[in-house]
C-alpha cells in the first residue's frame, strides 16, 4: 500500500494465548492510504477493505483488535 499519512491509535498489551502465554504488545496505527494497490500474497488468503462504521461486525479472538477497532470508531466520529 501507498500510505499519506499515519495517525496513532493506540498501544493495546495482550497476551498471545492463554494467560501463561507471552506478553505482547499491540501498536495500532490509522493509515490514510494514497493508492489503494494492496493483493492477497502468499502470507494470506484474502484481502478485505471495510468501512469504518461496519467494523463492529468484526469478530476477533484477540481483546485487543476489539478494543482497537472501538478505538476506531471513537476516534473516526470525532475526526470525519
Known amino acids: 500500500?501507498?500510505?499519506?499519512?499515519?495517525?496513532?491509535?493506540?498501544t493495546y498489551p495482550s497476551l498471545y494465548g492463554d494467560e501463561n502465554s507471552e506478553r505482547v504488545?499491540?501498536?495500532?496505527?490509522?493509515?490514510?492510504?494514497a493508492e489503494e494497490d494492496g493483493k492477497a500474497k502468499d502470507d494470506i488468503t484474502e484481502l478485505k477493505w471495510f468501512p469504518i462504521k461496519e467494523t463492529d461486525t468484526i469478530k476477533s479472538s484477540f481483546d485487543n483488535v476489539t478494543e482497537s477497532l472501538k478505538d476506531l470508531r471513537k476516534w473516526y466520529s470525532k475526526n470525519k
Open 1 to 10: 500500500l501507498s500510505i499519506n499519512k499515519l495517525t496513532y491509535l493506540g
Open 25 to 33: 504488545v499491540n501498536i495500532y496505527y490509522i493509515a490514510e492510504v
